[in-house]
Every structure is written in C-alpha cells, then in structure tokens.
C-alpha cells in the first residue's frame, strides 16, 4: 500500500530576526509556490495500493510521518566561526515544506522523501554553491526510542549572481527498512530530518576501488 502526505514547518521567529525581518517567520507564506521538481513529486504521488505482503495481501497503513527534529530546522553559516555577528553572517538556510511516499516490497517498506527549504544571503554571501548537510532518522518511537535509519545527505544548492534569495529542494528516492511484523508497530515510526553541522566535518563516503584483474599465468 502507498501512502502519501506533505506537511509544512515554520522557521523560528529567532531566524527572521538575525535577517532582519527577510525570513518571515512561518514557511508557508515564503514556501506556497513549491519548485518544479517538488511539484512533480506531488503529482507522482498516488494512494495507489502497489505494495504487497509475503502473503500477497495488500495491508492498509499510514506512511511514517516526516518531522523536522527541534533545534535543527535553521543553519547560519558565518565566515568567521569566531565572530557571530549579524554583519559576518554568510547565510542561512532553512527547512520548510515536506512530503512523503511509501511503498510495501514483501516485508520490505521504500520511502521517498521530499524536503522543500530556502537560503537567504548575509552581509558576508556571495554567489556559488553551498552544501547542505542535512540528515534523515527513522526512528521507532517509545518509552526507549531506537533509531532504525539513519543517513546524511549534502545538498548542493547553487546561489546565482545578483539572487540572494534562493529556494531549494531535496528528494531522498530510496530510504528502506524492514517493515515491522508486529501488527501497527509501523505507527509508531517517525521519520526525523534537520540540518547537521557535524556533516561539514565528515568526509564524503567514496565508492569502493574495484581490485584490478588478476593476471593470468602465462601457459
């Protein structure tokens, strides 16, 4: 089974402050008209049952909701650490606008994840391309919450020359994990994003070096 949702998120009032009033406070006003490529997320979302159990059944559940993790919906970037003044600030990016889709594979559940967020320049930006370390948990809610996912994506956005306002999107195409056999255990599933600062830090995952031929001995 295939379920769809979108859900929309408001920037701390904090944020638009340090900008001087620029970002208002709530997404949906900075956020009603979605990019292209969110919007042909919507419009190939369907409730389409095209998932399928061991058994062949086609279970009726709701998607995992998407939530932005409190304190992670804002990321101000100043070029120098050390100064934290409204003048050194670089940019900042926000979080906004979400959606998501699941489809059923057996006992396997593939989510599509669409986050919608916005940059807006400081004194200190310039035109060129930032990259967002933004991160997605699935998490299983409770008494002892326990992470079941977890992945950290770098989101290139380009800011052109002369724009200092620049929306951006990111869709996570393939975020998979067992689905859990007890009956409704899926409700208590919450999948967080949010911005992580110590993703600047980690060094991109290289592909594995294929191992060269081996040689064969000459007859």
Do not use: W
């Not at 979400?98 to 989510?111: D, F």
Request: proline share 11%.
């Amino acid at each position: 089974m295939r379920r769809v949702g979108t859900g929309r998120r408001c920037f701390p009032v904090a944020a638009a402050v340090v900008l001087g009033g620029i970002l208002p406070g709530c997404s949906s006003s900075v956020l009603s008209t979605p990019a292209s490529n969110f919007s042909s997320f919507f419009a190939s979302a369907t409730t389409a049952a095209t998932g399928t159990t061991a058994a062949g059944t086609a279970p009726d559940f709701e998607c995992p909701s998407v939530n932005i993790r409190g304190g992670t919906s804002t990321l101000t970037i100043s070029a120098n650490p050390g100064d934290d003044s409204a003048m050194n600030l670089r940019y900042q990016a926000g979080l906004g606008q979400t959606a998501r889709e699941c489809k059923l594979n057996g006992q396997t559940l593939t989510m599509r994840v669409g986050i919608q967020g916005r940059i807006i320049l400081g004194p200190a930006g310039g035109p060129g391309q930032i990259d967002l370390p933004i991160r997605l948990a699935v998490v299983h809610e409770g008494p002892e919450p326990k992470t079941i996912f977890t992945k950290l994506n770098r989101v290139p956005v380009t800011v052109p020359d002369g724009d200092s306002n620049v929306q951006f999107t990111s869709i996570e195409e393939d975020l998979t994990f067992p689905m859990p056999r007890t009956a409704g255990l899926i409700d208590e599933y919450v999948v967080y994003i949010g911005f992580d600062p110590q993703g600047f830090r980690e060094p991109p995952k290289k592909r594995p070096e294929r191992a060269p031929p081996k040689r064969r001995p000459p007859a």
